[in-house]
Structures are given as structure tokens and as C-alpha cells.
């Protein structure tokens, strides 16, 4: 018996790196499983079948069930057409997992216009369109369903280089929360993944020289967890993934400080008391 037996899931950008290792994961669990990819290089230029197909060859080769799909995230039509693979392949969607993504760093200085539009397009427009396109189906089903968002702790925390990326993945971050909430009636959870692992987008980092603990595999449990029967009514919620080390991130609202006569703070004030203002307890 498979985690996954019976069920049916798309994953975006699973002709490589962490969403290969999701999909053969899923199709080991029993799922038949799309596999979306189009084929870009790193900073989303060039296109290629091939991709998606040897990853669809592989699962196929270990007794798994899976079709390719090489459509892009980044339009509404890709977006119904991923949609439309999996009804015709498989007849349902019960799992949705966004991680297609591509990376043009710069400093924010350097960035221009066109790498900021690239990467927002296809980490927040994609994961917007293909999550309304996801949950429009699941909700024509009738069972519920998941969605797995990709994040990253760039978006969560902020990182040197990475403006345009830093804000489409924490964009994901407020969509996760908002779909959350308003896809609970549905029973649909939405659910953000946020990995560290060696793959092409990140093998000339340092961090991932000599660490051959921060593989693909070692993320792709927490995002079988997101989108399996195991994560229960769970919703909203960042799974933070490296290597043997599995975490999460949370937006912390402090208790803060009430003026004592109800008045509006002076900007002085503020500065006063700034510590008390900030300070997370407990
Ligand atoms: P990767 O480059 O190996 O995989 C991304 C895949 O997305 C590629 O196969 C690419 O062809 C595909 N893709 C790009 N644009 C697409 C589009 N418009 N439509 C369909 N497919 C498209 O990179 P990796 O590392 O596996 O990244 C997977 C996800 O994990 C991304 O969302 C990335 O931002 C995120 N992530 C990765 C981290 C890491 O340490 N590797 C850290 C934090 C987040």
C-alpha cells in the first residue's frame, strides 16, 4: 500500500532538480503523477521536451505511471492546458505542486526591468494561475484537495542578490496564506514548501560544495507530506526543508505596546520605546 495510492498529482518544473525527486517520490507512493516542465535553462531561456519525457521514462521504468506535460506556468492557457493533461491522462487532480522556477540574480541596483518581470512571471504570476487553475478543477471534484507552493528562504528572510527573487517567493508566501484561507470551505489546504538543496540553481553557491547531505531527496519527503492524506487540515503553513534538518518559517507579530491615554505615538515615542515595541516574548 502507497501513501499515495489512487491519487493523481501535477507537479510543475519536475523535469529536474527538486520536482524530479517530488515525482519519483509520489509515483513510488502509488500516485499517477503529471510531470510539467518546459525545458528552460536556469534563467528561463531555451525550451526542451526532453526534460519532463526522461523523467516521465524513468518512473515509467520503475513501475510507476506518469505522462509529461511541456506546457508553461506562466499563462493562463498553459496553466488550463497543464490542467486538461492530467483530467485526460489520469481523469482528476488531487495533488498540486507549484515549483517551477527559473533565477537571474542581481544586486538591486543592476537589476533591470525585464529580470524582475521574468522572475516575478514565473515564481508569482505562475503560481497564482496555476493554483486558480488547480483548485477550480478540484472543486469541480468535490473531494478537496492540496496544493504544495515552492518558497524559499529568500522570501521569508531576505537575501544579498536576489531582489526580484526574494519578492516573487515572498508573494508566494502571501498567496499560500491567503488561498488558505479562502480555498478551507473547499476542503483544499495550500501549503508552502521552503527547500535548500543542491541542484542546478544552486551548485555553484559555496554552501553546497562538499555537503552531500542537502539533496533533492532530502526535501521531496516534506512535500509528499504537504500533499498526502498525512497533512490533515493543515493549511498555511511554511515547511522548511535542508538536508536532515526539517523546520518551518512563521511571520511573528509582536504583542507591542499600548500608549497609556489612547493617544496617537509621537515618532519620539516610538523611538523611546522602540525595544518594548519589538521585543517577541517567551
Ligand atoms: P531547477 O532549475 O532544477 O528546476 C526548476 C525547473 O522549473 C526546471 O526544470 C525548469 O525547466 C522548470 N521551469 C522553469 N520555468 C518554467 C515554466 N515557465 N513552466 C514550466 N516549467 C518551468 O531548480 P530547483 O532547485 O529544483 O528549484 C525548484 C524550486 O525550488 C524552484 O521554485 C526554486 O525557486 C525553489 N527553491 C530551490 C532552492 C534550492 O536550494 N535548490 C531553494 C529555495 C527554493
Redesign the pocket.
Known amino acids: 500500500m502507497g501513501l499515495m495510492d489512487g491519487k493523481v498529482v501535477v507537479i510543475?518544473?519536475a523535469?529536474?532538480?527538486?520536482?524530479r525527486a517530488e515525482a519519483l517520490l509520489f509515483a513510488q507512493e502509488g500516485a499517477r503523477v503529471v510531470v510539467?516542465?518546459?525545458?528552460?535553462d536556469?534563467d528561463?531561456t531555451g525550451r526542451s521536451a526532453s526534460?519532463a519525457d526522461r523523467v516521465v521514462e524513468e518512473i515509467r521504468g520503475l513501475g510507476g505511471e506518469a505522462v509529461a506535460n511541456h506546457?508553461?506556468?506562466?499563462t493562463a492557457e498553459?496553466a488550463q492546458a497543464i490542467v486538461a493533461a492530467a483530467v485526460e491522462a489520469f481523469g482528476r487532480i488531487d495533488t498540486w505542486i507549484n515549483?517551477?522556477?527559473?533565477?537571474r540574480d542581481r544586486t538591486l541596483l543592476k537589476l533591470a526591468e525585464a529580470d524582475w518581470d521574468a522572475v516575478l512571471e514565473?515564481?508569482l504570476k505562475?503560481t497564482f494561475l496555476c493554483t486558480q487553475a488547480a483548485a477550480r478543477q478540484m472543486i469541480r471534484q468535490g473531494e478537496g484537495g492540496r496544493i504544495v507552493n515552492?518558497?524559499?528562504?529568500?522570501g521569508m528572510l531576505g537575501n544579498f542578490g536576489q531582489a526580484n527573487?526574494a519578492a516573487a517567493?515572498a508573494g508566494i508566501y502571501g498567496l499560500t496564506r491567503t488561498a488558505g484561507i479562502e480555498l478551507q470551505k473547499h476542503r483544499i489546504t495550500v501549503n508552502a514548501l521552503?527547500?535548500?538543496?543542491?541542484?542546478?540553481?544552486?551548485e555553484d553557491l559555496p554552501m553546497f560544495h562538499n555537503n552531500s547531505s542537502l539533496t533533492?531527496e532530502h526535501v521531496a519527503p516534506a512535500a509528499l507530506f504537504l500533499g498526502s492524506p498525512l497533512c490533515g487540515e493543515r493549511t498555511g503553513y511554511v515547511l522548511a526543508v535542508a538536508g536532515a534538518r526539517m523546520y518551518a518559517y512563521k511571520v511573528v507579530e509582536t504583542e507591542g505596546k499600548f500608549k497609556d491615554n489612547n493617544q496617537p505615538w509621537t515618532a519620539q515615542e516610538i523611538a523611546d520605546h522602540w525595544e518594548s515595541i519589538v521585543r517577541v516574548r517567551g
Open positions: 510543475t518544473g523535469g529536474g532538480g527538486i520536482g510539467n516542465d518546459l525545458g528552460v536556469r528561463g526534460p506546457d508553461s506556468v506562466t498553459g515549483n517551477a522556477g527559473i533565477l514565473v515564481h505562475g515552492t518558497t524559499s528562504i529568500s527573487y517567493k521552503a527547500p535548500i538543496a543542491r541542484t542546478r540553481m544552486t533533492p
